[in-house]
T-cell receptor, first 111, second 113 residues
Framework: GENVEQHPSTLSVQEGDSAVIKCTYS??????FPWYKQELGKRPQLIID?????GEKKDQRIAVTLNKTAKHFSLHITETQPEDSAVYFC??????????FGTGTSLTVIP | DTAVSQTPKYLVTQMGNDKSIKCEQN?????MYWYKQDSKKFLKIMFS???????INETVPNRFSPKSPDKAHLNLHINSLELGDSAVYFC????????????FGQGTRLTVV
């Protein structure tokens, strides 16, 4: 199956700074790359996604970039706020049923 | 209306027991999954079902047996529970096809004592 690696595993930033989380994947057939946010004790929820025909997508303070040639994609959060503190997961999926997650990044935004 | 619901939310049981976790989705999705989230927060896929058919079984001990009576339900039965089975188990569903979001249930925290 797909192998998704995610870095860093933990990340602390000062409020207002930017945070970047990076993922790589192994299956060249993967064409859908969502990012999920999981707050403590809650379920993972989609925050942004990108498809293989797009290089970059932005939604307010959140942006995702994709480099299909290098098989990596990144999540960028600007102007971080304490409520951004959570565990973030990248994932990779192909047109079949495979849906694999990265190992997660625990983000702490320090007020 | 809850899109993906799991029961129970908490489950505490002794080693050696057999237990089941139920999952139902009302989104009309074709595909359902079970994930295990351990103490390190890693979301590991266990099973994937598409239209009641098993698609993925990711090196899960055969003590774990999923059952899908219809495409809206995917239950997980666990035999002879072990301490290492303690984790949060998430059910998820999505439409088959490209570029579709997975929706998660609220999770079941299983504690084996």
């Amino acid at each position: 199956g797909e192998n998704v690696e995610q870095h860093p595993s933990t990340l602390s930033v000062q409020e207002g700074d930017s945070a970047v989380i990076k993922c790589t994947y192994s299956d060249s057939a993967s064409n859908y790359f969502p990012w999920y946010k999981q707050e403590l004790g809650k379920r993972p929820q989609l925050i942004i996604d990108i498809r293989s025909n797009v290089g970059e997508k932005k939604d307010q303070r959140i942006a995702v970039t994709l480099n299909k040639t290098a098989k990596h994609f990144s999540l960028h959060i600007t102007e971080t706020q304490p409520e951004d503190s959570a565990v973030y997961f990248c994932a990779a999926s192909n047109t079949g049923n495979q849906f694999y997650f990265g190992t997660g990044t625990s983000l702490t935004v320090i007020p | 209306d809850t899109a993906v619901s799991q029961t129970p939310k908490y489950l505490v049981t002794q080693m050696g027991n057999d237990k089941s976790i139920k999952c139902e989705q009302n989104l009309g999705h074709d595909t359902m999954y079970w994930y295990k989230q351990d103490s390190k927060k890693f979301l590991k896929i266990m099973f994937s079902y598409n239209n009641k058919e098993l698609i993925i079984n990711e090196t899960v001990p055969n003590r774990f047996s999923p059952k899908s009576p219809d495409k809206a339900h995917l239950n997980l039965h666990i035999n002879s529970l072990e301490l290492g089975d303690s984790a949060v188990y998430f059910c998820a569903s999505r439409d088959t096809g490209p570029n579709t979001e997975a929706f998660f249930g609220q999770g079941t925290r299983l504690t084996v004592v």
